[in-house]
């Protein structure tokens, strides 16, 4: 067994997390955990329909020391595991890890690192999505992929729809790469080297991007804009489409009807 499993701390949020976790307990055992850090045991979080255990509930199972803050979390383990960690890991952080660390990244790297990379994608007009896992490194989302996997957009996928099959093939994503870091097999490649020979293009999406999109003002947009908008920003419960976009999506489907009932009735 690697040496990795010496003492990992696991990071994470929502269901995917808690999966991930037990699959690293039953392949490593619970005393190779030195401790787990999530979301605050007293806080409703807003992703408790995908999980029937949050991860303080997974720590306290197996008695795990479970942490809220990573400022909390003391200097007791040597490889970190990240997954939908909602926070960036500091430098003073990262180099308490002497064996370094992992990232289970929602979406493609290099194309879109940085946050809600589903929305962008569909506002993209992507045809391929995926998710990654890569090496952690003081760069957000600039670490070596260790492994990533590649699923088509659906013509009417919405930023929800798209989030639920990332997990899907995140956690299968997750399970092959921890399997071969144990074994040794594992490896990688740099971002910048597919960037060079693969002419990935490297786009970084930040939270006032989201935002942005968040307060935009009701212009004029053809149905197509109208419709892809609306369902790059359909991430129920977290985020909901502006109510602007949603009485304009709601108008020009009317308008359709109407619209396609009356060409029916002249036929």
């Known amino acids: ?16 997390a808690s999966r991930c976790l037990l699959f690293v307990i039953e392949t490593c055992g619970k005393d190779h955990i030195a ?11 807003w992703w408790r329909h995908e999980t029937s255990e949050e991860l303080w509930q997974v720590a306290d199972r197996f ?64 045809r391929s999505f995926g ?4 090496y952690l490194s003081e760069r957000v989302d600039r670490g070596d992929i260790i492994g990533e996997l590649q699923f088509p957009v659906l013509p ?33 490649r740099s971002q910048d080297e597919l960037i060079a020979q693969e002419r990935r293009k490297a786009c970084f999406y930040p ?8 307060d935009s003002s009701d212009v ?14 359909y991430l129920p419960p977290r985020i909901e489409p502006p109510k602007w976009l949603v009485e304009r999506v709601m108008t020009n489907e009317v308008r359709t009807l109407l619209r396609d009932s009356t060409a029916g009735g002249k036929a």
């Open 63 to 126: 008695g795990i020391p479970f942490f809220e803050s990573i400022d909390d979390v003391p200097p007791l383990g040597t490889f970190l595991v990240s997954v939908m960690w909602n926070k960036i890991f500091p430098a003073h952080i990262l180099a308490r890890f002497d064996g370094g660390g992992i990232n289970l990244h929602p979406g493609p790297l290099p194309e879109y690192r940085g946050s809600f990379a589903r929305t962008h994608a569909i506002l993209n007009g992507e």
């Open 220 to 233: 004029p947009r053809s149905a197509e804009e109208l419709d892809r908008l609306y369902r790059a920003l």
């Open 156 to 188: 009417s996928e919405t930023a929800l729809s798209l989030d639920t099959r990332a997990q899907l093939y995140g956690y299968a994503l997750f399970c092959q790469v921890w399997l071969r870091l144990l074994d040794g097999s594992a490896t990688s």
């Open 131 to 134: 998710v990654t896992v890569h």
């Open 35 to 45: 401790g787990v850090l999530g979301a605050s045991r007293y806080q409703k979080t």
């Open 207 to 214: 939270m006032r991007k989201m935002t942005a999109l968040l």
């Open 1 to 16: 067994m690697s040496s990795l499993t010496n003492r990992v701390v696991f990071a994470g949020t929502r269901g995917l």
